[in-house]
Nanobody, 117 residues
Framework: QVQLVESGGGLVQAGGSLRLSCTASETILNGMDWYRQAPGKQREWVAA????????NYADSVKGRFTCSRDNAKNTVYLQMNSLKPEDTAVYYC????????????WGQGTQVTVSS
């Protein structure tokens, strides 16, 4: 079973930037999504990138500030987050979409992002 390891979270001031990484344990060219969950709120979808990296989509709340990319040679997907706001504070999760030999969606362990005002 493919495993995902996330990194890059932390504490940043409003207006700052962070880059999250999600690295898979093996090469698998499925689409990848980013989600986030703030305390007391439901998990929400943030962004998605196709297996080739050629197509990306974003939630309206992050459009123009967040950029999703991937380096398949490194089995890694990135979420570049700029102009961060306190309301971006959440645990961020990557999810590898099921398909092909991957029978189930696979989630990372999550990484905390805290944006101070």
């Amino acid at each position: 079973q493919v495993q995902l390891v996330e990194s890059g979270g932390g504490l940043v001031q409003a207006g700052g930037s962070l880059r999250l990484s999600c690295t898979a344990s093996e090469t698998i060219l499925n689409g990848m999504d980013w989600y986030r969950q703030a305390p007391g709120k439901q998990r929400e979808w943030v962004a998605a990138i196709s297996g080739s990296g050629g197509t990306t989509n974003y939630a309206d709340s992050v459009k123009g500030r967040f950029t999703c990319s991937r380096d398949n040679a490194k089995n890694t997907v990135y979420l570049q987050m700029n102009s961060l706001k306190p309301e971006d504070t959440a645990v961020y999760y990557c999810k590898l979409e099921r398909g092909g030999r991957l029978k189930y969606d696979t989630w990372g362990q999550g990484t905390q992002v805290t944006v101070s005002s």
